[in-house]
C-alpha cells in the first residue's frame, strides 16, 4: 500500500507548548487516518511562524509561508483545523487562505491548477456556533483553489455556548465526532488513493 503524505494546518491562535484543543481534534483524525492506509505526517502550527498577509506566493523577506506552501505542494492531503472565534474561523486560518489564493494562477505540465489531485479536509473546534458556517467557508475556499473534497470531509466539536469547556479538557472523545472523523477519513484514505491512481484530466 503507497504512503499518503498528510500535511495538517493547526489553525489555533495558541502558541507552542501551550494546550490547544484544535491540536487534540487535528491528532484525532491524523489517528484515525492512519488506521486506514500508511501516513507520513506533517502538522505545522502556523501561529508559530511568521506568515505575512497578502496574496502572494513569496511576500518578501521575513515571510515562512514560502516553506510551508512547499509542504503543501508535496503532500496528498491537507488538513485544516481551526478553533472558533466569535462565530467564525481563526484569523489566522483565514490567513492561511489568503496565502493559498496564489496557488489558483500556478499551473502543472498540462496545464491542471497545482492543486489539482489533492485532497483537502477541515475540523473544527469551539465552545460557540460557527461549525457549519467555517466548514462551508473553508470549503468552498479550498475547492476554489484545487483541492478535491470527500464525501462528509469535515468534523466539528460544539461545546455548550458559554460553558467554559473546551474540547482539550473532555475525558473521552463524543461518539459524534468518533463517528464524523472516522467517515472523514476513510473517505479522505479512498479519494486520495483514487486520485493517486487516475489524475483530473489536462487543460483542454
Not at 23 to 42: M, N
Not at 94 to 117: H, K, N, V, W, Y
Amino acid at each position: 500500500m503507497p504512503e499518503l503524505s498528510v500535511v495538517a494546518l493547526n489553525c489555533t491562535l495558541t502558541p507552542s507548548p501551550g494546550e490547544s484543543s484544535t491540536q487534540k481534534l487535528l491528532d484525532e483524525v491524523l489517528v484515525s487516518l492512519a488506521t486506514r492506509t500508511t501516513i507520513a505526517s506533517d502538522v505545522v502550527r502556523l501561529v508559530d511562524h511568521d506568515v505575512k498577509p497578502g496574496v502572494e506566493p513569496d511576500m518578501g523577506p521575513g515571510d515562512e509561508w514560502p516553506a510551508i506552501r512547499d509542504r503543501i505542494r508535496a503532500a496528498d492531503v491537507l488538513l485544516v483545523a481551526t478553533p472558533t472565534w466569535l462565530g467564525h474561523m481563526s484569523s489566522v486560518a483565514q490567513r492561511m487562505l489568503e496565502r493559498l489564493d496564489a496557488e489558483l494562477s500556478e499551473t502543472d505540465d498540462d496545464g491542471r491548477p497545482i492543486m489539482f489531485g489533492k485532497v483537502a479536509v477541515v475540523a473544527v473546534v469551539g465552545n460557540e456556533d460557527g461549525a457549519h458556517k467555517i466548514v462551508a467557508d473553508m470549503q468552498q475556499a479550498l475547492n476554489d483553489v484545487g483541492f478535491s473534497l470527500p464525501a462528509q470531509g469535515s468534523v466539528y466539536w460544539n461545546g455548550e455556548a458559554m460553558s467554559g469547556v473546551d474540547y482539550k479538557d473532555l475525558d473521552e472523545v463524543p461518539e459524534a465526532v468518533s463517528s464524523a472523523t472516522a467517515t472523514l477519513t476513510a473517505n479522505a484514505a479512498h479519494l486520495a488513493a483514487l486520485l493517486g491512481a487516475q489524475q483530473y484530466p489536462a487543460a483542454s
